[in-house]
């Protein structure tokens, strides 16, 4: 994942979280939020509740590499929240999660179907 497909200030992290809708499931919670550029950027949440820093790493690399495989729709900003079940799912689980979240947020490619790609709450 490049550097332009990453949130990385605190700002853009809590702006998500402030004007964003969320969705949550057992292992993750996804806030979404369309942000009006050419790209999606994504960024990952992963706290100490969840496990020391080798669980916390991995957990975050098995997101990552989830949701680089995702067909998502450009123009949003995505914010993965890990649970404490996450640290002890597996990949497959976790991949599982960030698909059913990505559907649910309605910002896959093709999944859209007649909504298009309205604002959230519209």
């Known amino acids: ?3 332009e497909q990453r949130l990385r200030s605190s700002g853009d992290f809590a702006a998500v979280r402030r004007d964003g809708r969320s969705r949550a499931d057992g292992l993750l919670v996804l806030v979404s939020r369309p942000n009006n550029l050419d790209v999606t950027r994504f960024g990952f949440i992963v706290s100490k509740r969840v496990g020391n ?3 916390r790493n991995r957990v975050r690399r098995r997101l990552k590499e989830a949701a680089r ?3 998502v729709e450009c123009g949003w900003d ?6 404490q079940g996450a640290s002890s ?7 599982g999660s960030v698909k059913k979240l ?3 947020a309605n910002v896959l490619d093709g999944s859209s179907g007649a909504h298009g790609k309205s604002p959230e709450g519209a």
């Open 89 to 95: 799912a597996d990949y497959q689980e976790l991949s």
């Open 69 to 71: 495989l995702s067909q």
């Open 102 to 104: 990505l559907t649910r």
């Open 1 to 3: 994942m490049n550097k």
């Open 78 to 83: 995505l914010v993965f929240i890990a649970r």
């Open 53 to 55: 820093a080798v669980v």
